[in-house]
C-alpha cells in the first residue's frame, strides 16, 4: 500500500508531536539540577547559617516545644530531619531522594504537604531551595 504525501506528512506529524509531549511531560517532574556552584555551599551548616537559623528556628517556629514539629535549630536540625517520619507519611528528609523529603516539598510550596515554608515569610529563593535540593540530593551529610 502507498501513502500519499499528505499520509505521510499526517503521520510524520503526529508522532513528532507525541514524541515532543513526552518531553514537555517530563519536564516538569524533576526538578532541574543546581548550577555548580550550588553544589559547592550545599552543606548542612551553610543551609543551618544562611536559611534554618535566619528564617525557621524563631520563637513560635521551629525551635522546639510550642512551635513546629522539630526543632531547626544549630545542632538540632540534622537529627531532627534526616531519616525522621512527618505527619504527612513520607521521611522529613530521605538522603538522596529531595523528591521523596517533606522538607523539599515544602520550601518549594508543594502544597500536598500544607503550608509553605518558612510560614509568614516570603518563600526562599532559587538558589536557597536549590542548595536544599542539592544537599538532600548529595546524601543529606551532617557537614
Excluded at 504525501?5 to 513526552?22: E, H, P, Q, R
Excluded at 516539598?105 to 508543594?110: A, H, L, M, R, S
Aim: aromatic share 6%.
Amino acid at each position: 500500500m502507498k501513502l500519499s504525501f499528505s499520509a505521510k506528512a499526517v503521520i510524520v506529524s503526529v508522532l513528532l508531536s507525541s514524541l515532543a509531549g513526552l518531553f514537555v511531560a517530563c519536564d516538569h517532574q524533576l526538578p532541574t539540577p543546581p548550577p555548580p556552584a550550588v553544589l559547592t555551599r550545599a552543606t548542612l551548616s551553610s543551609i543551618q547559617t544562611n536559611i534554618f537559623t535566619l528564617k525557621c528556628s524563631n520563637p513560635g517556629c521551629h525551635i522546639g516545644p510550642g512551635g513546629g514539629p522539630m526543632s531547626l535549630k544549630a545542632g538540632d536540625s540534622f537529627g531532627s530531619l534526616v531519616g525522621r517520619n512527618s505527619n504527612y507519611g513520607q521521611p522529613r528528609v530521605t538522603a538522596g531522594n529531595a523528591n521523596n523529603s517533606v522538607l523539599y516539598q515544602k520550601v518549594i510550596g508543594n502544597n500536598s504537604f500544607g503550608s509553605r515554608m518558612p510560614l509568614g515569610l516570603p518563600a526562599l529563593s532559587k538558589s536557597e531551595t536549590d542548595s536544599i535540593l542539592a544537599w538532600i540530593n548529595r546524601g543529606a551529610l551532617n557537614n
